[in-house]
């Protein structure tokens, strides 16, 4: 069997899957039936991909496309399925993500009251997001996408009975509805008047710029909005938190990857070129999309909130390092291309691990406290110890500190962005270099905000009685995340075996692919040359280890060696008050007075009770999203202002309605004769 034959069979399979489960999903088993099959279709799926990949890694970048042709679909067309460089990858993301989450989810799903409500949705959900990835036709892509999207809402809905979800569910479906129109729109134009839907026709097809640049801004708020752009990502911070955690790092760690996939398809395969100013508006929109999403996650309290606009962020480095491959090959310079490519196509990987690690030891958190208030947190090293270290291993790679893999998709896009000026297009000079400064930014603050993230929940005392009680989750759980953090150190003191695993993909894409990697002495990566900048992640490493054993060998030899205890620094005060510890608010507060005063309207308030008065005083704080209150939240009331005035049209009568339909029949006759 080809390659398109096992990945079209392993996502019908999982459909399967997920449909025969209405029959035992309420049985005892029946949750680690379906999670731990869908975990070896996954993983069986994964293999599929990575072969593909090795193998034309091994061939000299030369993937051969696996084509399936079935007489379903569009009458005219049938249905095209495809698996080449560019698939092959995003099926590895896909298959290796959705497998570690299936096994985690074998411990977490007993936790879960109504398992009924999500298992029949989970593993289709994981077939629908392989069929996008391998659909080579426009009508295969979008029905798999709208089922995606169907099945990953039906997910969010899991806890309806609760108002904040059904509210997070309806912005969700609004949101992947205005997503779909505008792909349907890109695809009709990529189409043309013939209505060629296949992708072999589009990519024959050759579009003039105009119609290539309205494709690209259709694909950014189509794909963008699935993904989570801002202004386009309200829908992550509201459905992250109302689905399970399982269901959480599926939509943040893979589904946004499969949008990305979807732009990456059309930008750089379908329209085979695009204009440079396309690359300025794709840079910017990364650029912005990094540091809000930041700024947003630093103002949250609740940790699966957080972790969403942290998603945000990580789709802006992304889109980053995507913008600037658009410019570079735009002017033929394929090095620069290459090199930015892989830098989108590793961090888009790196980003599925690592999130995939936080939010399943956010699940962990939540299972064990009960809570996602990381202000009721506390302390949680001493009672969940493996978590708090897998957690603290993802907490470093998202903040792009060395050695894990977080770093070296990032130090790689700030190499890409060095090269810039030998851009000739003088508004890429200038662009770029900011967006280099604004891409610093962001990885600083993400730093700051897993800072305050791991010391708020895990280190110092216990805030509430459920984080005094909370226990290690089980060992299921434990195993999947060690896989993850495991991941995170591999991929990041070995980066160059992942780099010239991608370079099928790179050369697919933009004709180009980086330096062999493997060829250099000690696992050491160098971008672009050796003079220029080069990166060791097995020295980095032993240089922490050593470092970090010669610090404690250190204070073990010259300090004391009796053993100390005693209670923390009260500043004076003889107070045990778990309170007068650093909380997520006050640690950010630096911060939010920095930024949030200007973007997000932040004001701190203090009520003070009169002399003599025993009640307590009170601080509160008040944030305002300038994007919801700035755009969709008027767009809301615009609509429903026209709903208002619309529904008069219930109430007319026989003679007002004929002289209504008249009065259109005259007009599209008019719009007709002027189109002529």
């Known amino acids: 069997m080809s390659a398109v034959d096992l990945v079209l069979t392993g996502a019908l399979l999982l459909m399967a899957l997920g449909l025969s489960s209405i029959l035992f999903a309420a049985r005892p088993m029946g949750s680690t039936i379906v999670y731990a099959s869908a975990g070896v279709l996954s993983a069986l799926v994964a293999l599929v991909g990575l072969a593909t990949l090795v193998a034309g890694a091994g061939a000299g970048m030369n993937v051969g496309a696996s084509t399936l042709w079935l007489p379903i679909g569009l009458p005219w067309i049938g249905a095209h399925f495809r698996v080449d460089a560019l698939a092959a990858f995003f099926v590895i993301v896909v298959g290796f993500g959705s497998s570690i989450i299936s096994f985690y989810s074998i411990g977490y799903g007993r936790h879960e009251h109504e398992p009924w409500r999500v298992l029949p949705f989970y593993p289709s959900f994981i077939g629908a997001m392989l069929l996008v990835v391998i659909a080579d036709d426009a009508f295969s892509f979008l029905l798999s996408w709208e089922v995606m999207s169907l099945l990953s809402w039906a997910l969010v809905l899991t806890h309806h009975r609760e108002s904040a979800v059904r509210s997070s569910g309806l912005v969700y479906l609004i949101m992947a509805a205005f997503g779909t129109m505008s792909l349907i729109l890109a695809f009709g134009l990529l189409a043309g008047p013939l209505g060629a839907y296949d992708f072999q026709s589009m990519r024959a097809s050759g579009q003039t710029p105009l119609v290539g640049s309205v494709v690209v801004i259709l694909m950014l708020l189509g794909a963008g909005s699935k993904a989570g752009i801002v202004p386009l990502h309200i829908w992550l911070p509201l459905a992250h938190p109302a689905a399970p ?13 499969v949008a990305i996939y979807g732009f990456i398809r059309v930008t750089f395969d379908l329209l085979g070129g695009t204009s440079w100013w396309m690359s300025e ?27 969403a606009y942290h998603t945000v962020e990580n789709i802006g480095i992304i889109f980053i390092g995507l913008g600037l491959a658009m410019a570079f090959r735009h002017y033929d310079m394929n090095a620069a291309a290459a090199l930015a490519m892989v830098a989108a196509l590793f961090h888009i990987f790196n980003h599925s691990v690592f ?15 009960g809570s996602r208030d990381m202000e009721k947190m506390g302390g949680l090293i001493h009672r969940m110890p493996v978590t708090s270290l897998l957690f603290l291993v993802a907490s470093v790679a998202i903040s792009a500190l060395p050695p894990f893999n977080g770093f070296v998709s990032e130090w790689l896009t700030f ?14 000079k200038i662009l770029t270099p900011g967006v280099g400064g604004m891409l610093a930014l962001a990885a600083a603050l ?17 805030r509430s009685e459920v984080a005094k009680t909370a226990r290690e989750v089980d060992r299921w759980s434990l195993a999947t995340m060690s896989v993850l953090a ?10 160059g075996v992942i780099i010239d695993t991608l370079s099928p993909v790179s050369h697919a894409l933009v004709q180009a692919t980086m ?49 100390r205890r005693a209670p923390a620094w009260d500043c004076g005060f003889e107070l045990d008050d778990p309170s007068t510890q650093y909380g997520a608010a006050s640690f950010a507060q630096p911060i ?36 919801w209150d700035g755009f969709f939240a008027r767009v809301s009331g615009a609509v429903t202002w026209l709903a208002d005035k619309a529904n008069r049209l219930q109430f007319l009568t026989i003679r007002q309605y004929l002289s209504v339909v008249f009065a259109a029949l005259v007009l599209l006759l008019l719009v007709l004769t002027l189109w002529k």
């Open 446 to 462: 993400a730093a700051a905000c897993f800072v305050k993230v791991y010391g708020v929940v895990f280190l110092g005392r216990a």
């Open 281 to 307: 508006i794709v840079l910017a929109v990364g650029a912005v999309t990094a540091v809000m999403g930041v700024l947003y996650a630093l103002m949250q309290h609740d940790l699966k909130r957080l972790l």
């Open 592 to 627: 939010r007075r920095t930024f949030g005063t200007k973007i997000f309207s932040a004001r701190e308030s203090v009520t003070m009770p009169p002399p003599g008065s025993t009640a307590p005083a009170k601080f509160s704080v008040s944030l305002r999203d300038p994007v």
């Open 515 to 563: 330096p062999v990697q493997s060829a250099d002495p000690w696992m050491t990566i160098t971008p672009v040359a050796s003079g220029r900048s080069s990166y060791n992640g097995v020295l980095v490493l032993l240089f922490v280890t050593m470092s970090g054993f010669f610090a404690a060998w250190v204070i073990h030899r010259f300090a004391s060696r009796s053993l």
């Open 486 to 495: 495991l991941v995170c150190l591999l991929a990041g003191v070995f980066p």
């Open 415 to 428: 190499q890409a962005i060095l090269l810039s000026p030998d851009l000739p297009d003088w508004g890429l």
């Open 355 to 369: 999130k995939n690690l936080l939010f399943l030891g956010a699940g962990a958190v939540q299972t064990a406290t």
């Open 245 to 257: 955690s399982h269901v959480s790092a599926m939509m943040s760690g893979i589904m946004t990857k």
